[in-house]
């Protein structure tokens, strides 16, 4: 199994800065992609960043050109930072990992951290 560990949340004013990591343990040979995704009060858990081990990213449009998701291989680690946030951006966010194994493809969760974008 890969066990996944956020932290980085918090509260920031409108247009500042956070940064999120997500520490992966366990059987991390199997990862293939990692991920964020959130959730707000009342909404569907939506993708926010992915990334895959060879380093192809994608974006959710709403923080296209605001978010940025990094990986560091040696240390199982995926980062988000996010800038310019906005009030629209809270929300528990949520760490995950593909993972592919011989016989099953299986998605590990983080425990969620709060991000809470208010002046």
């Known amino acids: 199994q890969v066990h996944l560990v956020e932290s980085g949340g918090g509260l920031v004013q409108p247009g500042g800065s956070l940064r999120l990591s997500c520490a992966a343990s366990?059987?991390?040979?199997?990862?293939?992609?990692m991920g964020w995704y959130r959730q707000a009060p009342g909404k569907q858990r939506e993708l926010v960043a992915r990334?895959?081990?060879?380093?192809?990213?994608n974006y959710a449009d709403s923080v296209k050109g605001r978010f940025t998701i990094s990986r560091d291989n040696a240390k199982n680690t995926v980062y988000l930072q996010m800038n310019g946030l906005k009030p629209e951006d809270t929300a528990v966010y949520y760490c995950?990992?593909?993972?592919?194994?011989?016989?099953?493809?299986?998605?590990?969760w983080g425990q969620g951290t709060q991000v809470t974008v208010s002046s």
């Open positions: 990334i895959t081990i060879g380093g192809t990213t």
């Open positions: 995950n990992s593909e993972n592919v194994e011989v016989f099953r493809t299986y998605h590990s």
């Open positions: 366990g059987s991390t040979f199997s990862i293939n992609a």
